[in-house]
Antibody
Framework: EVQLVESGGGLVQPGGSLRLSCAAS????????MSWVRQAPGKGLEWVANIKQDGSEKYYVDSVKGRFTISRDNAKNSLYLQMNSLRAEDTAVYYC????????????WGQGTLVTVSS | DIQLTQSPSFLSASVGDRVTITCRAS??????LAWYQQKPGKAPKLLIY???TLQSGVPSRFSGSGSGTEFTLTISSLQPEDFATYYC?????????FGGGTKVEIK
């Protein structure tokens, strides 16, 4: 059974940093693109970033470029999101997700971790 | 960036109704479109990929169609468990984007 379990969310002050982690199991992690998707309270979904199987390609939405860094450790079956210079508008539930490139879809999602940026 | 416009944003319907949701892309995306269902407090669930292919385990009352810039999600006979918010997503070009969502509520 595919499982994606996020951790690392919490309350952080504006300008602060946070590192999210996602532990993957039940599939060959190193064979899949992985992504982060966020959802602000009461709002819709926003794709944040993704990373290729070997980490050689990474893509970001403009609003987080230069502030967020996606990375992975295939030996640990883990995905990460380093978030720096956090802003109030980054407040959201952050989902770790598996991208099924062959089908052009995001086929598995974690349960999400809440990041709150507030003073 | 490719914009996805969903309509309607809100829909009130009864059990047994046929429901259609539209997703329009600001430029052509071939068939690189997926549909998701999200219930309150839960992660999204994949329903349809490649515009029209039903994900394994999803009831056959869900169907998708379209290519290029116009896509539809149809629920042939709405069931109580289908009341939720539905999103489309394009995976044709970066950044991948989602539609604004369609909330389906009980009439």
């Amino acid at each position: 059974e595919v499982q994606l379990v996020e951790s690392g969310g919490g309350l952080v002050q504006p300008g602060g940093s946070l590192r999210l982690s996602c532990a993957a199991s039940g599939f060959t992690f190193s064979s899949y693109w992985m992504s982060w998707v966020r959802q602000a309270p009461g709002k819709g979904l926003e794709w944040v970033a993704n990373i290729k199987q070997d980490g050689s390609e990474k893509y970001y939405v403009d609003s987080v470029k230069g502030r967020f860094t996606i990375s992975r450790d295939n030996a640990k079956n883990s995905l990460y999101l380093q978030m720096n210079s956090l802003r109030a508008e980054d407040t959201a539930v952050y989902y770790c997700a598996r991208e099924w490139v062959g089908a052009a879809a995001t086929d598995y999602w974690g349960q999400g971790t809440l990041v709150t940026v507030s003073s | 960036d490719i914009q996805l416009t969903q309509s309607p944003s809100f829909l009130s319907a009864s059990v047994g109704d046929r429901v259609t949701i539209t997703c329009r892309a600001s430029q052509g995306i071939s068939s690189y479109l997926a549909w998701y269902q999200q219930k309150p407090g839960k992660a999204p669930k994949l329903l349809i990929y490649a515009a029209s292919t039903l994900q394994s385990g999803v009831p056959s009352r869900f169907s998708g169609s379209g290519s290029g810039t116009e896509f539809t999600l149809t629920i042939s006979s709405l069931q109580p468990e289908d009341f939720a918010t539905y999103y489309c997503q394009q995976l044709n070009s970066y950044p991948f984007t989602f539609g604004g969502g369609t909330k389906v509520e009980i009439k």
